[in-house]
């Protein structure tokens, strides 16, 4: 494997398999990036003429102009960056400016990034809120009775996964964007791609979608401290940041440009540095090799799962589309229990309810304290699939 990872089977290293929290190892050359921005750049892209700002404004564009390759997106300026997607998500969500009465729709498997905001305007705004009909026998989406849905309670909003970050499930977002639209042109359209973001890729130019966000820190394989929303359509949310951006400084007002107005006070060049890196690495491997290693890992694990008598798994169909995130419980053990006993065996995954309540309350999992969550990436081997299947088989 290119640039970075660990030799299979090393008994000093942790497997890791919690990539849906966030992706680890980082390829080699975003820690080298990292560490060379503060020794040799260290400026503040935007803020003046001298070398240094000058060569962070330069690197701050070529990680744009990166991303929108990355992503398909056709101008780089639709590109906003944000601290962490849950505040790319709360410009999109608060930004819309809904009235109350109007109704938003979101994906039972939607991450409390979108849920709390959105229970937010519930409560103080009045606006209403809706649930995506999904089947529970195969969790593919029930898009007739949502069509019908839609023409009862016309939607102003709605929130859809790219991936469900529990059990891997990726709705039909074309599908459901298209409905919406035809019901309501002027619905806002948000798309949360922070596990997904570019390894498939969406249409991002033909106004479909209004706004998708994506995380540095997750399928992009950079560091925390930088993500963003992609602004797809004429619709534009209300900011909710105002200060300095570097660009007309003689008014008070916020610009009215994209990117700018939407990115007040200083960039987190740092790790800007680090992602400009990783979407180089990416661009190497190209998104069909990652897809393909990952989805054949967790296959595996699926398989040597599916067969054991104690153990109940949470995935999708074989004919829903499936990132590769897999839920499991183990009767009569917690899954707390289990995320305990693989970390003494130095084998990091994740228990509990992964920040999505809806979601297990739409697999019954709640009762129980979760789902034990197992998410292989690109780092990952066969090996290490086959370890933990084999100690999970013990339990």
Known sequence: ?????????????????????????????????????????????GRGGNPL?????????????????????????????????????NLAIFGANLRPGETIYVTPFEHNSVLRPVEYLRQTQGIELQQIPFDRHNYSCELDKLEASFQTEPPAMVCVTQASNVCGLMPPVTDIARLAKNINPRVVIIVDG???????????????????????????????????????SDWRPRPLLFGGTGTISESVQMPDQLPSAYEAGSHNIWAIAGLHAALGWLQENGRQAIVQHIANIAQQLRDTLSSHPKIKLFVPSEKVLWCGILSFTVRDTTPQTVEAALGAQK??????????????????????????????????????IELIGKFISTL
């Not at 690197?59 to 590109?79: D, F, G």
């Not at 809806?358 to 197992?374: F, K, Q, S």
């Open 347 to 384: 084998m990091a995954i994740r228990s509990g309810l992964h920040c999505s309540p809806w979601a297990h309350e739409w697999l019954m999992t709640t009762r129980i304290g979760g789902t034990i969550r197992v998410s292989p990436g690109w780092f990952n081997t066969s090996s290490d």
């Open 1 to 45: 494997m290119k640039d970075g990872g660990r030799k299979s089977g090393d008994n000093n290293e942790i497997i890791y398999l919690d990539n849906a929290a966030t992706t680890f190892p980082k390829p080699e050359r975003i820690y080298a990036a990292a560490d060379d921005f503060y020794r040799r750049y260290g400026g503040n892209a």
């Open 53 to 89: 700002a000058r060569a962070c404004t330069h690197l701050l564009a070529e990680t744009r102009e990166r991303l929108a390759s990355w992503l398909e997106v056709p101008t780089s300026e639709q590109i906003i960056f944000t601290p962490s997607a849950t505040h790319a998500l």
């Open 194 to 232: 922070a596990q997904t973001a570019g390894l498939y890729p969406l249409t991002l130019n033909e106004g479909l979608i209004d706004a998708f966000i994506f995380s540095g820190h997750k399928s992009l394989y950079g560091p925390y401290g930088v993500a963003g929303i992609v602004l797809a």
